[in-house]
């Protein structure tokens, strides 16, 4: 009897010191920092160069005390920021003031970037490589009073028009359809007139019937901000709250007939 209960109680030991073994070394394996080895990220190009859309590098695995030290970049066109929540952030360096224009960037161009980060007295390393692609219209038609319009330019500022052929009306019903892989989110119509240093917009609802004259100016566009879904997968895989830094947006230009 004294020697089961000596088994037992040996057995029991043996097991208690291999939990405590495991959670020791699950925990040290979840509190360590990491990111994801490869990265996509996708621009549109302007007349003024280059601008990223989804921006965001995702660190993972971080304590609330851990602290990003330094990004360095490999390419010379782009940088990383450090932000807030263990989200590194990047973006295209300015290559002149006057006049004021970016770098250029070129479909598959790539970038790798080495992030150090301080967590718990340790000093941890992390690598990964961005590829940049260039940025395909969200947009896949957008339905007038019932007409729908597909056939899309690029604009020399970076977003698409499209000519409907027709007067501006008074009114007019607007519905925009995204290409599949896109969320939207919202929709912003775009007034201008002569004179003016810049347009003016409003918030619409998709679907909404709305007026063509604004403050003085008259319907000429739209703004279109939406989610990737590959974007809003990449958050959610690191535990990242969908914000608005993960919101793109395009412009969509209306031609009425004058």
Not at 54 to 64: E, F, H, P
Not at 67 to 94: C, D, F, H, P
Not at 121 to 146: A, M, Q, S
Not at 164 to 190: C, D
Request: proline share 3%.
């Amino acid at each position: 009897m004294k020697k089961r209960n000596r088994w037992s109680f040996l057995m029991t030991l043996v097991c208690m010191i291999a939990m405590m073994m495991f959670f020791s070394v699950s925990a040290s394996a979840a509190s360590k920092p990491k990111c994801a080895s490869k990265v996509t990220m996708r621009f549109s190009t302007s007349s003024m160069g280059s601008q990223i859309c989804n921006r965001n590098i995702y660190l993972s695995g971080l304590t609330s005390n851990a602290k990003i030290l330094s990004v360095k970049s490999s390419n010379s066109k782009v940088l990383g920021s450090a932000e807030a929540n263990g989200v590194v952030s990047v973006g295209v360096r300015t290559k002149s003031l006057k006049p004021y224009q970016m770098y250029t960037l070129k479909n598959g161009e790539k970038a790798n970037f080495t992030i150090k980060v301080r967590q718990k007295k340790k000093t941890y390393t992390l690598k990964t490589t961005v590829k940049f692609v260039t940025e395909k219209n969200p947009v896949k038609t957008i339905k007038l009073d019932g007409k729908s319009y597909s056939s899309f330019q690029k604009t020399t500022g970076g977003g698409w028009k499209f000519s409907t052929g027709t007067k501006l009306p008074s009114q007019i019903t607007m519905n925009v359809t995204l290409n599949p892989g896109f969320k939207l989110v919202s929709i912003f119509a775009e007034y201008y007139a002569p004179g003016w240093m810049m347009s003016d917009s409003i918030p619409v609802k998709n679907g909404q019937r709305i007026n063509t004259k604004y403050d003085g100016g008259s319907l000429c566009g739209i703004f279109v901000h939406y989610y990737q879904q590959s974007d809003l997968q990449g958050m959610a895989s690191y535990g990242k709250l969908i914000t608005t830094s993960g919101i793109t947006s395009t412009s969509v230009q209306i031609d009425f007939k004058k």
